[in-house]
């Protein structure tokens, strides 16, 4: 055991070594060839392990005269074939005259072109079964290989050459760090790709020479055995997956199973006619027989149907393992066990399919006796999205006990108007790397679209980043990564759609839109009717200055093809632009009405033309908003199917209705009886809109509302009766009172801070909320917080009680809370008594000149290296 670890060690410095070696010329390329190293720019994505080229000119051309003398005419059909499909998207120069391309398997080199032999021998041994060897002199390309794959990759390789007009004599040895090269994509909770954007997905991803693709899937999928469950506009049947299979099969790409197998199983479960399979309202039961029953039937089904030689049971973030019906079995025999009971059932089912097993890795990290209860041929795909220093968390479990693991970095879209590629690419890099060197056997880079309003066109720079990672981990191809992607991508000879992307990344630091977060899409424009809308604007100047910045290097982006991705670029950008421009414009109009209602009788034409101004302010407002619907849902179309997209066009009917309503109530009141104008109260109308400096605290865990015996009965406990559950929650996670369970639930605030319990538990009976937050002090210390919240509301923070709300009425004034939190994280706790038929509402912020932002429901303060929270 010892003397394996050793050699294991030994390979990896190796490998390491080899990695960042720049070999010298290849014998025989030209007296003045160069190094690897003069040749960084060359485009091609991902980067060859090696190449060098030489001082002659040479002309690439798309029309190609194929010698493929050692190939079945199979292999040579499908090869042309490949060729012949790209072709058109070449433009040659009119100088360009035909190439002489041959291909050849490896062990006729020798033989059929001894020159290009004397060049290749040195890497002979490395190319193994999907590299290739490529050169392109005195007019004739040869490409090399040990297999079809190999070959089908030197086309790729030669199709971005010529698509990029290269000009030189060349020679490339190339071959994948990673033998397992996977783009898995989330189409379960948001867009479910179209057929066909699927098929552009294939041939795209091929060529960046990526073997495996895959799919988070819960219920988005049609077994002939249980056809009853999927969304009748949003699905992929057994048919088209197996279309799909052999779709990409000829590409050199096979699909990956998979299916949620244990958890996140809500949206079956929500149906009647399967929610007695459930072991909580997110868990399927093991001990159930129909639940078994129905994982038989419909893996057995999806096994059948992709090709892949492993499926993904999924199995992660099973939060409820020991709080469900069967909690009583699972306390006496371990969490663990029950866990590894089912995975073993699962196991069982994929073998009866010739299928292996992958799940994710986070609960056996949890439970670390889990892998001892399974079999020793599992895979596991241990996965972390953030941008981290040491990845060795997420894979040391597995590494140290000789598993197969592969890593799973992450494109990050979730909750997000874009995806956060900063951290993608630092996380894809980082995590590779340290996967690598530890025996990761895959890179399985994954999307996720939780939230549901997003495009894959915004995501293709991430996949072009793990497609070179996960082929080539040299740190020296990092500089000309981006010329290369605009190359390869859009045909663009500048990289000025990737400092779009980039400068739009800078509205990650701002306060207002910290995290890309979608919060600030959700957030209400116009304020319930009796409501106010607080609105701080601090940031807006700022974000708009890096808007139009990002928007003027997007037109100048020169894409010739792939220009779905400007598109979609350009729609998030002008998303943004046009919450900017409402947010200022409507504090502009509440303030102008209120103008108009003081001079109203005196002024009375000054006030009806202020009335027709804003009216017609408004007007033009929405007819945007109409525009950009129009936009979001042509391109939401060009990709996916029908299913969730009226839930992406809700947030625009609203803000397009509310315009409307407040555009109609001007005009109205404007045209109102002589002598004095009808104005209503602006709570009334929605008008009820004042900007403020100060951010409150929108985001909170709540639980309960806990029943009280009398109007003034707050419970007594912490965070939960039981004591298992008595400690600082997590999202989803349990508090009991009475015997009852209630959840800690994610809520976010669209009224700019003042939270309205009894709008939120639609509850009017006594009873209390808890609300809880945590903030990370990461500069000079917190000394006061205000709160504004209904009498008898208890505050905590670390667990001691710090105030008692008194002599007030919730949403009347705040209570100065005095603090002493020093650097470190601060948990707080709030306690809101409702009353009978009276307000429940609380707000929170802390004093003026503390800048803070959050990610979820954590808080931060004050802080110049903020952290960009990967949940």
Same mark, same amino acid.
């Given at each position: 055991m010892i003397r394996s670890v050793f050699i294991l060690i030994l390979q990896i410095i190796v490998l390491n070594q080899q990695l960042e070696a720049s070999p010298g010329p290849v014998a025989g390329f030209g007296e003045k060839s160069r190094a690897d190293s003069a040749v960084r720019g060359l485009p091609v994505l991902p980067h060859p392990q090696f190449a060098s080229q030489g001082t002659v000119s040479f002309v690439f051309s798309s029309n190609i005269e194929f010698k493929t003398t050692d190939l079945s005419p199979e292999q040579s059909v499908r090869l042309?074939?490949?060729?012949?499909?790209?072709? *058109?998207?070449?433009? &040659?120069?009119?100088?360009?005259?035909?190439?002489?391309?041959?291909?050849?398997?490896?062990?006729?080199?020798?033989?059929?072109?001894?020159?290009?032999?004397?060049?290749?021998?040195?890497?002979?041994?490395?190319?193994?079964?999907?590299?290739?060897?490529?050169?392109?002199?005195?007019?004739?390309?040869?490409?090399?290989?040990?297999?079809?794959?190999?070959?089908?990759?030197?086309?790729? %390789?030669?199709?971005?050459?010529?698509? !990029?007009?290269? /000009?030189?004599?060349?020679?490339?040895?190339?071959?994948?760090?990673?033998?397992?090269?996977?783009?898995? &994509?989330?189409?379960?909770?948001?867009?479910?790709?179209?057929?066909?954007?699927?098929?552009? +997905?294939?041939?795209?991803?091929?060529?960046?020479?990526?073997?495996?693709?895959?799919?988070?899937?819960?219920?988005?999928?049609? @077994?002939?055995?249980?056809?009853?469950?999927?969304?009748?506009?949003?699905?992929? %049947?057994? !048919?088209?997956?197996?279309?799909?299979?052999?779709?990409?099969? +000829?590409?050199?790409?096979?699909?990956?199973?998979? $299916?949620?197998?244990?958890?996140?199983?809500?949206?079956?479960?929500?149906? @009647?006619?399967?929610?007695?399979?459930?072991?909580?309202?997110?868990?399927i039961s093991p001990l159930d027989p129909k639940a078994k029953q129905f994982l038989t039937d419909v893996?057995?089904?999806?096994?059948?149907?992709?090709?892949? *030689?492993?499926?993904?049971?999924?199995?992660?973030?099973? $939060?409820?393992?020991?709080?469900?019906?069967?909690?009583?079995?699972?306390?006496?025999?371990?969490?663990?066990?029950?866990?590894?009971?089912?995975?073993?059932?699962?196991?069982?089912?994929?073998?009866?399919?010739?299928?292996?097993?992958?799940?994710?890795?986070?609960?056996?990290?949890?439970?670390?006796?889990?892998?001892?209860?399974? @079999?020793?041929?599992?895979?596991?795909?241990?996965?972390?999205?953030?941008? /981290?220093? /040491?990845?060795?968390?997420?894979?040391?479990?597995?590494?140290?006990?000789?598993?197969?693991?592969?890593?799973?970095? =992450?494109?990050?879209?979730?909750?997000?108007?874009?995806?956060?590629?900063?951290?993608?690419?630092? /996380?894809?890099?980082? $995590?590779?790397?340290?996967?690598?060197?530890?025996?990761?056997?895959?890179?399985? %880079?994954?999307?996720?679209? &939780?939230? =549901?309003?997003?495009?894959?066109?915004?995501?293709?720079y991430g996949v072009y980043a793990a497609a070179e990672k996960s082929w080539n981990l040299k740190t020296a191809n990092e500089k000309t990564f981006d010329?290369?992607?605009?190359?390869?991508?859009?045909?663009?000879?500048? %990289?000025?759609?990737?400092?779009?992307?980039?400068?739009l990344m800078e509205l990650r630091s701002l306060a207002l839109t910290y995290n890309l977060n979608d919060l600030l899409w959700h957030q209400q424009m116009v304020p319930g009717k009796g409501k106010q809308l607080w609105l701080n604007n601090t940031d807006v100047p700022a974000a708009k200055k890096i808007l139009n910045q990002a928007s003027d290097l997007l037109a100048v982006s020169s894409a010739k093809f792939n220009t779905g991705d400007i598109s979609t670029l350009a729609h998030t950008i002008a998303q943004y632009q046009i919450m900017m421009d409402s947010r200022q414009l409507l504090a502009t109009q509440a303030a102008v009405y209120r103008e108009a209602g003081r001079i109203n009788g005196t002024r009375l034409e000054q006030a009806r033309n202020l009335l027709i101004q804003s009216a017609d302010s408004l007007k033009q407002l929405k007819e945007r908003y109409v525009s950009l619907q129009n936009s979001f849902r042509q391109l939401w179309r060009a990709e996916n199917q029908e299913y969730w997209l009226d839930v992406v066009m809700a947030p625009y009917d609203t803000k397009i209705r509310e315009l409307g309503d407040l555009e109609n109530v001007l005009k109205n009141s404007a045209l109102s009886a002589a002598g004095k104008l009808q104005l209503p109260d602006a709570d009334q109308i929605g008008l009820s809109i004042y900007e403020t400096p100060y951010t409150y605290f929108q985001y909170w865990l709540l639980t309960g509302p806990f029943p009280a015996e009398t109007n003034a009965t707050i419970p007594s406990f912490m965070y939960s009766e039981n004591e298992e559950y008595d400690k600082p929650p997590i999202p989803g996670g349990i508090a009991t009172y009475k015997g009852k369970n209630y959840r800690w639930h994610k809520f976010a605030s669209k009224s700019g801070g003042m939270i309205d319990l009894n709008e939120y538990f639609e509850k009017k009976t006594p009873a209390t909320a808890y609300a809880y937050c945590t903030l990370n002090v990461t500069g000079k210390e917190v000394t006061e917080a205000f709160v504004n919240a209904a009498n008898g509301t208890e505050v905590f923070s670390d667990g001691k009680k710090v105030a008692v709300i008194s002599g007030q009425k919730a949403g009347s004034e705040e209570q100065k809370i005095t603090l002493a939190l020093g650097k470190g994280n601060h948990l707080f706790l709030l306690k809101v008594p409702g009353k009978t038929n009276a307000p429940w509402r609380f707000s929170m912020r802390l004093g003026q000149g503390v800048e803070v932002v959050n990610s979820k429901h954590k808080y931060q303060t004050n802080s110049k290296n903020k952290t960009y929270d990967a949940e």
């Open positions: 042309k074939a490949h060729w012949e499909a790209f072709k *058109p998207e070449i433009k &040659d120069s009119k100088k360009a005259e035909s190439n002489t391309v041959e291909l050849l398997f490896l062990n006729e080199a020798k033989e059929k072109q001894p020159e290009f032999w004397n060049r290749a021998q040195t890497y002979n041994d490395s190319i193994g079964n999907e590299g290739y060897l490529l050169s392109a002199k005195k007019g004739k390309v040869v490409i090399a290989a040990n297999t079809e794959t190999g070959l089908f990759y030197g086309l790729q %390789t030669l199709r971005q050459l010529t698509r !990029a007009g290269w /000009n030189r004599e060349v020679f490339i040895a190339d071959w994948p760090v990673f033998e397992t090269r996977v783009i898995f &994509d989330d189409i379960s909770r948001g867009p479910i790709s179209k057929l066909d954007y699927i098929k552009k +997905q294939i041939e795209r991803m091929a060529e960046l020479k990526i073997n495996y693709l895959s799919f988070y899937i819960e219920h988005v999928v049609q @077994p002939l055995s249980h056809p009853d469950f999927a969304p009748k506009d949003g699905k992929l %049947t057994i !048919a088209q997956i197996k279309e799909l299979s052999a779709y990409a099969e +000829q590409f050199h790409i096979k699909l990956i199973g998979s $299916f949620q197998s244990f958890g996140h199983f809500e949206k079956i479960l929500a149906l @009647p006619q399967y929610s007695s399979m459930g072991e909580t309202g997110s868990l893996i057995g089904e999806l096994c059948d149907a992709f090709n892949a *030689p492993w499926f993904n049971v999924n199995c992660d973030e099973t $939060f409820d393992l020991n709080k469900g019906k069967s909690k009583a079995y699972i306390d006496s025999i371990g969490a663990a066990r029950f866990y590894a009971d089912h995975l073993n059932f699962l196991y069982d089912i994929l073998k009866r399919h010739n299928k292996k097993m992958m799940l994710w890795g986070d609960v056996a990290i949890q439970y670390d006796k889990i892998p001892d209860m399974l @079999p020793k041929d599992v895979v596991y795909l241990t996965w972390e999205y953030g941008s /981290n220093n /040491n990845y060795d968390k997420w894979i040391k479990p597995f590494a140290n006990r000789g598993l197969e693991f592969m890593v799973c970095p =992450g494109v990050l879209n979730s909750y997000r108007m874009f995806p956060d590629l900063v951290m993608a690419k630092s /996380n894809i890099k980082g $995590f590779m790397q340290a996967g690598k060197a530890s025996g990761a056997t895959g890179a399985f %880079t994954t999307l996720w679209d &939780d939230g =549901g309003a997003y495009l894959f066109s915004g995501d293709w010329s290369r992607y605009s190359r390869t991508a859009y045909g663009s000879d500048n %990289t000025n759609y990737v400092k779009a992307v980039f400068k």
